[in-house]
């Protein structure tokens, strides 16, 4: 898989996206955000607008009773002109790691679709989110996950 500056730019934005929760950064976290953003998007009740989703995920980016982590492995730009070309989509594996005592799983796997759209002042944003249901994750998928992880964007 080889991909474009563009689909570069974000599998970047992914990648910190992911490491806003990691360093507990709710600010951070919030400027990824478009100010329309739905999460939960497959939900009967999904969170709608910038700051709903920064006030649900609060606790998960606070992260004093779990770490989420996720990366991308896959981005995609839809065509190349126009306004067809402000949109992308991402997607890869998420890690849940519960940190109460003798929590039991104590991890959990799935994996996370991103809609991103180019936003009025040229930074990409995430538009649309949502997820796969975690299963019980042992040892070795953890590993696998970590094992999985890119900083450098296939490109060519």
């Known amino acids: 898989m080889v991909l474009s500056a563009d689909e570069c730019a ?3 934005r992914e ?3 992911a490491r806003s929760v990691a360093e507990n950064d709710a600010t951070a976290f919030a400027e990824h955000l478009h100010a329309d ?3 939960g998007a497959s939900q009967p009740e999904p969170t709608r607008g910038r700051d709903a989703v ?3 995920w609060a606790r998960i980016v606070e992260g004093k009773r779990g770490k989420l982590s996720w990366y991308p492995t896959r981005v995609t730009i839809a065509g190349n002109a126009g306004a067809v ?3 992308a989509w991402s997607s890869g594996p998420s890690l849940y790691e519960d940190l109460t005592e003798g929590a039991d799983p104590r991890y959990a796997i799935g994996a996370f679709h991103s809609v991103w759209v180019h936003d009025a002042d040229g930074v990409w944003r995430v538009l649309f989110d949502d997820g796969v249901e975690q299963v019980r994750a042992s040892e070795a998928d953890v590993a696998a996950f970590h094992a999985g992880r890119r900083e450098t964007c296939p490109s060519g």
């Open 37 to 39: 953003a739905t999460f």
């Open 15 to 17: 990648l910190g996206f």
């Open 85 to 87: 070309g402000e949109i």
């Open 54 to 56: 920064a006030k649900r």
């Open 10 to 12: 974000v599998w970047t």
